[in-house]
């Protein structure tokens, strides 16, 4: 709803009032705006209508107006921010951080702790150093979309918002194997530090840099993994724990996917150099002494998945065949994001794992 | 009681599912999952927080579907049976995650892995909506070739 022009005048000469401005209630340019409430509640997308719904391709201010707001004179600037769109966005922003407000978990009260019970020290010890290897990897999942938050301009709101709700979740798993880890007695074990492949995301210089190597490359790796950490858990708490964090995870390798499509096809001369920043984080992933392949997860995860020492042989052939699947899997998230040719540049570590192309 | 798999049994489930609200705790979930046991296919339809429908469809039209979940018939008997025992808490083999990894094809299938990575956002609405399954009577029968 609009003031029109006779009722700010006649407010302004108001007698018993005090000298007021008022042009805030000037009548904008643009016109209202009618939002209807859907079946998942007043989302985003029901209010990115009309003009509130236009994503500039540049942001080209640097203070807090908000989209579709009106511009005041002599605002001081906040930040700087990076202008291109295409630098940042990916067309499911809105809709992953809506899901992931409405499926946030407690892992105070939604894991069914009580499920916890004596396990034999092998098979505890080895889910102690998983728990304690991934409280670490949290951390730096949490601050690597937290160190580009402030770059964020109002004008793309959307992947703030999303960011915001990764660096949430990234808390609760950071949480969540913390206490698993000293849940049962064990506690934590031997600390990893950050490895180089991890070091690599911190580093980025680049959002889609930042964004390829750790929500496409690093975070599609640990989600086939929380996945397969279901078939090693032994009782439905840790059943559960992985199972909320795939999910979670899986939002993020989400966001990950579109952002590269919407790069690939509004910013295609950025295709070498994509490249060449997954050559690079490859080969430091896949490194002997990176995150992907530190011995004493890879020992860890064999004793969980063979139950046990004695059945190293069998988890060392489910560790085997969770490599195969992780590879795969990002490769084939890779062809969604438009870049099927990496079938062909792939660090020999992942590449020589890959099953043939389905057409 | 049942028939597994038919159009009846998926809206028994459905209706155990969606009452007391368990879908909906775990928040909003929108896909379209397609089950494929021998010849019979279904989609069962999930919207905003709630299951909200079964059809039976053609097996061609399973691509239609966001993924579509396919195994032979005796692990379906076997993972239902296992859900059914353990009161809607299933062994670490029978969870769908567990089934899908340890299937070299996948128990989730879709040419888009994108939207196959609905079965995994989503997964503990899944896993829920089987697990439901422990409070109906299911009877079982093999879908015959036709
Ligand atoms: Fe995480
Ligand atoms: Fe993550």
New interface residues.
Partial sequence: MTIDQKTIEKLRKEPDLPDLDLSWLNPKDTPGITVKVGKRGLTLDEINIGVYGEVPDLAQHGTTRVRGSTPRSGVVRTAYFVPEKSDIWADNATLIYEEAVQRQWSSATDIPWETVQPLPDDVEEAICQICTFLTEVEFIAGDAPGQWLKQISPDHYEVALYLVSQVMDEARHLDVFRKRALVNGCGLLEAQGATRGLRNILDAKDFTEMSALMHVLAEGFVQTMFRTGEFIAQNEAEKTIFRLCAQDESRHVGFGVMHLRYVLEHAPERREEIHHYLDRAEQLFGHPTDGGGTSALQEALMITMGGGKAHIDKGAELAMALTKKQANEYMHRLEVAGLGERRYRMNPAFGLLLDPPKN | MATFPSVEWFEAVITVANEDGRLRK???CDAVMGVKVLDKAFEITF???DCIGVREIPSEKLAETDFYLEMPFETWQGMLENIKERGG?PD??Y?L??I???D?EGFAKS????KK?AF?????TF?QFFNASSEIETVFAAPQPV
């Fill in positions: 775990l928040g909003t919207e905003a927080f808490t670490r083999q969870t995650n567990t899908d990894f340890l070299p040419d888009d892995q994108s990575d995994y956002r989503y997964g503990q896993q």
